[in-house]
């Protein structure tokens, strides 16, 4: 059963598109066969981050208004066997993605692949919920602070009143992913706790991914965090938590400590 | 879907009212106006959307000299701020006119029904109260008119709470809970961990910084004594 991925957060700039490309690459590295689909239309980043932008021939809207078939749109990653990127179109607006056109597509990308993983423009608005629409699961992004918090709470409103799962009368699955952490700000106290953004926000935690160097290397070469620092600690962050999507038991780290001391939080929280 | 064929008398459609009854929010303006409208703009900036799409009457009892251009400017000051009245109570019937809205008479405030004394088997009352599972989040608002809302998870920064009557929060109370909006003076709000951005009882409001700091974290009741709004706690 193919599983329909949002990775959202209401804020821009957390790091909703780096994520996307690190989980997507870590599943495909597991050998699961997975597609990663850029819903910003208008500001497309995934196929940067990817490393594919000069493989882009058709887009996403070309295969919702009939230009092309989705075979043609998708572009098949080049280190990694299972893992393909449909890209969004730069030069349209978010209006040219249809509502049954989404639809559409996603019901062909659930037969080809087993994650189907949505990388969320920021905001409230169309795309965002264009993005949320489909997914049986969502990744929530949060940076530990107030403002990122806060729209992570109201994208989890979102999800539990306007997705079809939700009209539909069924549990959305959510995950916060607690990512740009940087462990000597939050001793200073310059920025949320772990326990007080899990807290307010109450969803179970995915997984903490360090404010690091090697994830803006990583995407200045075009690759996703995980295959270029597969040994850096953003890059075990997330792969960690890819296997906890999986469903595999991973215990939780915080970045730069050696202990697992946040397993009990975890196995606390997951409700 | 039947298909069945209609003769022609009955194709026309047929004209229908329905009376129809429900709960408008009622605004008491007072002189001096600048003031008031003051005092409502720093109400607004708390509860941006708290007007939004709802039926406000404006009653005009305290206003008895205000003329027709004055009101209607008043009006369209109201408009401004996205307060769309949809009717004027208290006022001189006749007097309104063309571009305002029409006068009414006869509201009454709401409260909550009163059982009656059981006579017999009696049915089991109605349930008013309204219990949320799930955590209110920021951008959410539950308007609940005609009773009480119990939430048992917390209550998000930038979400609200309205009520007929009480509300009580198990959760952490960070947004606004706005209670007794149905005349109803007696209502109470109860949180377990209080961060609230906003209390208010049958109009009545405090905002965090007129709130006592060392409420802030605790549980705490908050009621309205003597025409305050007094926020005590309860441990
Ligand atoms: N863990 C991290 N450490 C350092 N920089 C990061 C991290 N995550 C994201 N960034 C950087 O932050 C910027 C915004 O990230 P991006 O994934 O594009 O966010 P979004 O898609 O949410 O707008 C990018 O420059 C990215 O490289
Ligand atoms: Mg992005």
Redesign the pocket.
Known sequence: MAKVLVVT?G??????????AALGAALAQMGQSVVVVDF?VGLR?LDL?MGAERRVVYDFVNVIQGEAKLAQALIRDKRIETLSLLPASQTRDKDALSEEGVARVMDELREKFDWVIC?SP?GIERGASLAMRHADVAVV?TNPEVSSVRDSDRIIGLLDSKTLRAERGERMEKHLLL???DRLRAERGDMLKTEDVLEILSIPLLGI????????RA?NIGQPVTVSGPDTA?GRAYADAARRLKGDPVPMTIPGEKTGFLGRLFGRRAA | MSAQPKDKSSQKPALRFRGRSFLALSLAPQQPLDAWLADLDAWLERSPGFFQGRAVILDVAALPAIDVASLRSFVADLDARGIRIMAIEGGDAGGAGLGLPPAIANGRDSQLPVAAPPRGKPAPPESTTLVIEDPIRSGQSVFHPRGDVVVMGSVSSGAEIVAGGSIHVYGVLRGRAIAGIAAQPGARIFCRKFEAELLAIDGLYKSADDIDPTAIGRSVSARIIDDALVVSPLD
């Not at chain 1, 700039?13 to 996307?20: A, H, N």
């Open positions: 957060s804020k821009g700039g957390v790091g909703k598109t780096t994520s996307t910003d980043n981050v990388d920021a992004v990512t740009r952490y991914v360090p404010e690091s160097q090697d994830v803006l995407s953003a």
